[in-house]
C-alpha cells in the first residue's frame, strides 16, 4: 500500500468539486469549489508528510495529513490515502465510507488506483461487524450510545449497528426504564444478535440516604482497590522473544 | 453493596489476563541468493491472524527484509499474539524483494512463498514451528504450506512429532 501511497504522489496536482454530504456515513470534506494555488501547495507538502509517517507506521499522524491535504485540494489520491490508512488502522467503517466516497467522486480515477479502490473498499466492508438489537421499543426519547458516541435510531427494526471489529460497549436509555448495557467483543464481519431487555424503575423513594451512599461508596472503593492490587501482583509474566526480528500481531 | 463486591471480584480475572501473550517462534529457513540475481534479494516477512493471501497486507513494518546469502540461511522469527487472537490461525508470507522494505521499483510484483500455520498461539505458552524454502521461486506459489495444529511444537518435551494427545485429539498445550 505504501507502493501506491507513493505512486499517488505523483497524481497530486489537479483539483475536484467537493464532496456530497451523506447520512450516517463518514464524510470527508474537499475545498469546496476550485482551491487555491498556496492551498495546493500546503495539501502537496501534507501527502509528502503523510507518507512518510505511513511508512514509518505512524497512522494517526498519516491520517491527518492526508485528510487536511483532501480538505484543502480535493485530489482523489489524498483521498485515497486516508482511506488505506484507515484500513490500516483498522477502522473499516470509515475506510469504506472512504473508498465509497472516492469511486462515486471521482469516477475518472486511473491507473492502479481505480484497480485496487473498489476491491479493497469490498474488503474493508466485508470486516464491518453489525450489532443486531432485537426488541427495541420504538420510542422518540431512546438514546443510543456505542462505545459513549450517540447513534441514530433509525426506527427499523430489528435494529442494527455498525462497528469495526474489538470491544465495544452499547448504552441504551428510556425514561422510566433502567439502562440497558451491553460489553462485547465483534469480530471481523460478524453479525451479533443482541435482545435488549428493558426492567421497569422502581417507583422514587422518599429520599436519598447521604451517609449510606458516602459508606457504600468508600467501601467498594476500598474493595475495588484491593482488587486491582492483588491482580496485578498475580498477573503472569509476559513472554520475552528469543529472537530480534519480532512480529507483534 | 453486594453489586459494588462483585463488580470487584469480576475484576480480577481481568486485570491478571490482560498481561499474557503467546509466542510463536518460527524457525525459517531461507534459500541462498540466486547466482543469476543482478542484486540483492531480501525476504520480506509478514505475518498476520485473520487475512486473506488474496489481498496485500498493509500496516507497520516491524523489520527489513533479510538479505539471501551466497548459501542457504536460518532465522527465527518470533511472533506475538495477544488475547484474542489465540484460537485464530496465523497466516505467513515471505515476499523476495529488491529492496529491504519491498517497496523498490519492481517489488510490486516480487515472488512470494505463503504459509498457514494452524492455532499456533495458547495462552501464556511458546510454540515453535519450521519452515523451509528450498529456493526463490520465479513467480509467487499461491497455494500456501500448511502446518498443521498437531505438528505446532510446544508444552511437551522429546523427539515427538505430534503435540496433539492420542486420547482426544487436543494440544498438548491446551
Redesign the interface.
Same mark, same amino acid.
Given at each position: 500500500m505504501l507502493r501506491l501511497m507513493c505512486i499517488a504522489t505523483i497524481v497530486l496536482a489537479a483539483t475536484v468539486p467537493a464532496p456530497v454530504a451523506a447520512q450516517e456515513r463518514t464524510v470527508f470534506p474537499g475545498p469546496g469549489g476550485e482551491p487555491a494555488r498556496e492551498d495546493l501547495l500546503r495539501a502537496r507538502e501534507l501527502f509528502r508528510r503523510g507518507t512518510e509517517d505511513a511508512a514509518a507506521g505512524r497512522w494517526a499522524d498519516a491520517l491527518a495529513a492526508f485528510e487536511e491535504a483532501y480538505r484543502l485540494s480535493g485530489v482523489a489520491a489524498a483521498l485515497f490515502n486516508a482511506a488505506t490508512t484507515l484500513r490500516s488502522l483498522g477502522r473499516y467503517r470509515d475506510a469504506r465510507d472512504a473508498f465509497d466516497q472516492l469511486l462515486r467522486e471521482h469516477p475518472d480515477l486511473d491507473g492502479e488506483m481505480a484497480q485496487t479502490a473498489p476491491a479493497l473498499r469490498d474488503e474493508v466492508a466485508r470486516r464491518v461487524a453489525i450489532l443486531e438489537l432485537r426488541e427495541v421499543p420504538i420510542e422518540p426519547a431512546l438514546e443510543l450510545r456505542l462505545d459513549g458516541a450517540p447513534r441514530q435510531d433509525t426506527g427499523e427494526r430489528p435494529l442494527e449497528l455498525e462497528a469495526d471489529p474489538g470491544e465495544h460497549t452499547l448504552r441504551l436509555e428510556l425514561p422510566s426504564y433502567e439502562p440497558f448495557l451491553w460489553e462485547g467483543r465483534l469480530r471481523d464481519g460478524e453479525r451479533r444478535e443482541v435482545t435488549v431487555v428493558l426492567r421497569a424503575l422502581p417507583p422514587p423513594s422518599t429520599g436519598p440516604n447521604v451517609g449510606k451512599i458516602l459508606l457504600w461508596t468508600v467501601v467498594g472503593v476500598l474493595v475495588a482497590g484491593a482488587a486491582v492490587t492483588l491482580g496485578l501482583l498475580l498477573r503472569p509474566e509476559r513472554l520475552q522473544p528469543e529472537s530480534e526480528l519480532v512480529i507483534d500481531l | 453493596?453486594s453489586r /459494588?463486591?462483585l @463488580?470487584?471480584?469480576l @475484576?480480577?480475572? =481481568?486485570?491478571?489476563a490482560?498481561?499474557? /501473550? @503467546?509466542?510463536l517462534?518460527l524457525e525459517l529457513a531461507l534459500p541462498a541468493a540466486p547466482a543469476e540475481a543482478s542484486g540483492p534479494i531480501y525476504a520480506f $516477512?509478514? =505475518?498476520?491472524? /485473520?487475512a486473506?493471501f488474496d489481498?496485500?497486507w498493509?500496516? =507497520?513494518?516491524?523489520?527489513d527484509g533479510?538479505p539471501l546469502e551466497p548459501a542457504p540461511s536460518q532465522?527465527? $522469527?518470533?511472533?506475538? =499474539?495477544?488475547p484474542?487472537?489465540y484460537d485464530d490461525d496465523?497466516f505467513v508470507r515471505v515476499s523476495f524483494c529488491a529492496s529491504p522494505?519491498c517497496?523498490g521499483f519492481g #517489488? #510490486?510484483f516480487a515472488p512470494e512463498r505463503r504459509l498457514r500455520i494452524e492455532h499456533p498461539f495458547y495462552e501464556?505458552?511458546?510454540t515453535r514451528a519450521s519452515w523451509v524454502i528450498a529456493e526463490v521461486p520465479s513467480e509467487t506459489v499461491e497455494t500456501p504450506d500448511v502446518i498443521d495444529r498437531c505438528s505446532v511444537e510446544g508444552c511437551r518435551e522429546g523427539t515427538t512429532r505430534n503435540f496433539c494427545r492420542l486420547s482426544d485429539g487436543s494440544h498438548f498445550c491446551e
Open positions: - | 453493596m /459494588n463486591l @463488580a470487584c471480584l @475484576a480480577l480475572p =481481568a486485570v491478571t490482560c498481561g499474557t /501473550n @503467546a509466542i517462534e $516477512v509478514q =505475518a498476520r491472524t /485473520n486473506s489481498v496485500p498493509s500496516g =507497520a513494518v516491524p523489520f533479510i532465522h527465527l $522469527v518470533s511472533i506475538v =499474539a495477544e484474542g487472537q496465523l522494505r517497496d #517489488d #510490486d501464556t505458552e511458546r
